[in-house]
C-alpha cells in the first residue's frame, strides 16, 4: 500500500492543496498513529501535519474554555425594534395581534412569548387596552372632527356701571381654527341656540367637519341647545366633573385672547367687545404664528404664496400697536 502511494504521489503534482473539511478528515484518522505517521502521512510533510495537530489541540481547548450559551439566540435588533414600533403605533393590539403582523411581513421564527417579553422589556403592555382608551388617543383619533365650546365674560363699563357681557367659543380641535359668537349682556336659551345654528353654518362653510362637541355643565348650555346640534348630526358629549383636560384647547384659547387683547383695554359696550375680540381673531388666525399641532410655527391659515426673502421688512398694526405682524414688501 505504502509503495502504490508513493507511486501515485509520483503522479501528482509537486504540491496539493487540500480544503478545511479534507483536513479536517485528516487530522480525525491521523491523530492517534502517534509515531507510526511519519512514515505513513506523504500528502503533506510529517511536521506540517504535526503543526495541524498542535493548532486543533489549542483551538479544542479554546472552545473549551468558552462559556457555553444555552437557550435560542437573541431576536435580531431590527426585529425587535418593529415590535415595538408596532406596539406603540397601535394600543390597541395584544402580542398575539403582533405576532400576526409580523407573519405578514415575512417574519416566521417568531413565537408568542418572544413578542410578549420584548414588549415587557419596553414597558409596554402585552394584553390589548380594554375600554375606551386614554384622553390623549382618544384627542388623537376625533381632532379632525372634534370641537370644544365655553362661556367667557368680560366687564365692561356703560353709563349704568359696570356690566358683565358673555361670549361663546368654538375651538376645533384638529386645526384650532375658533368661531367666536358676538357679546351679549343676556345669554338666554333663544340667544344660545341661536348660536348653535350659526356654529353649524360656520363649520359647513369652513368645510371643518363637526362630529363631536364637547362642553362643560354650565347651566347656560340648555337642553334645547344640546338638542340643535344633535338634529344638524353632531354628537354633543359633557364634560366629566373635576376633569379641566376635557376642555383644555378652548380654555386655553380663552387665556390667549384676554392675556393678549381684551386685558389690554378698558372695555366699553358690546361694540367696543366685539370689535376687539374679532380683531383679534382675525389676526390669531391668519397672522399669528401658532406654536400648536404641528403648525410648525406658521399661522393657521397659512398664505397661498411662499414668502419671499426679499424686500424690505414692513409691520401692520391693530388696536393702536398692540397687535403687530410683519410682513416683506413687494419689490
Known amino acids: 500500500l505504502k509503495v502504490e502511494n508513493e507511486i501515485l504521489r509520483s503522479k501528482l503534482p509537486e504540491r496539493i492543496t487540500v480544503t478545511a473539511q479534507e483536513r479536517r478528515r485528516l487530522l480525525k484518522f ?7 505517521l511519519r512514515e505513513l502521512v506523504t500528502i503533506v510533510h510529517p511536521d506540517t501535519f504535526a503543526r495541524w495537530l498542535r493548532e486543533n489541540a489549542r483551538k479544542r481547548k479554546q472552545r473549551k474554555d468558552e462559556p457555553v450559551k444555552r437557550g435560542r439566540p437573541r431576536t435580531r435588533r431590527e426585529i425587535r425594534e418593529l415590535i415595538v414600533r408596532l406596539a406603540r403605533e397601535n394600543s390597541s393590539w395584544g402580542y398575539t395581534r403582533i405576532l400576526g403582523e409580523m407573519k405578514k411581513l415575512g417574519i416566521q421564527s417568531l413565537s408568542r412569548n418572544t413578542v410578549k417579553n420584548i414588549l415587557k422589556e419596553h414597558g409596554l403592555d402585552p394584553a390589548p387596552q380594554r375600554g375606551e382608551g386614554t384622553w390623549d388617543s382618544f384627542i388623537a383619533r376625533h381632532a379632525a372632527t ?41 345669554p338666554n336659551e333663544a340667544w344660545v341656540r341661536q348660536q348653535a345654528v350659526a356654529f353649524v353654518e360656520h ?10 362637541l364637547f362642553h362643560d355643565r354650565d347651566t ?3 337642553a334645547a341647545f344640546d338638542a340643535d346640534l344633535k338634529a344638524s348630526g353632531v354628537k354633543v358629549r359633557l364634560a366629566p366633573p373635576r376633569s379641566p383636560n376635557t376642555q383644555a384647547f378652548v380654555e386655553r384659547w380663552i387665556g390667549s385672547i384676554r392675556s393678549e387683547c381684551l386685558n389690554h383695554f378698558i372695555l366699553l359696550g358690546e361694540r ?14 391668519v397672522a399669528r404664528p401658532h406654536q400648536g399641532r404641528d403648525k410648525g410655527n406658521e399661522p393657521l391659515i397659512a398664505p397661498r404664496v411662499a414668502p419671499s426673502t426679499e424686500g424690505a421688512v414692513c409691520c401692520k398694526q391693530q388696536l393702536a400697536g398692540l397687535l403687530r405682524h410683519y ?5
Open 30 to 36: 491521523g491523530a492517534k498513529l502517534g509515531k507510526a
Open 146 to 186: 372634534l370641537w370644544q365650546c365655553d362661556f367667557f365674560s368680560v366687564k365692561t363699563l356703560t353709563l349704568t356701571g359696570w356690566k358683565r357681557l358673555y361670549l361663546m367659543a368654538f375651538l376645533h380641535v384638529g386645526t384650532r381654527r375658533v368661531f367666536l359668537s358676538p357679546a351679549t349682556a343676556n
Open 203 to 212: 363649520a359647513k362653510a369652513e368645510s371643518l367637519k363637526a362630529t363631536i
Open 220 to 222: 347656560k348650555f340648555t
Open 272 to 285: 367696543h367687545v366685539n370689535y376687539l375680540a374679532q380683531s383679534w381673531l382675525s389676526h390669531y388666525h
Open 327 to 331: 410682513y416683506r414688501r413687494a419689490a
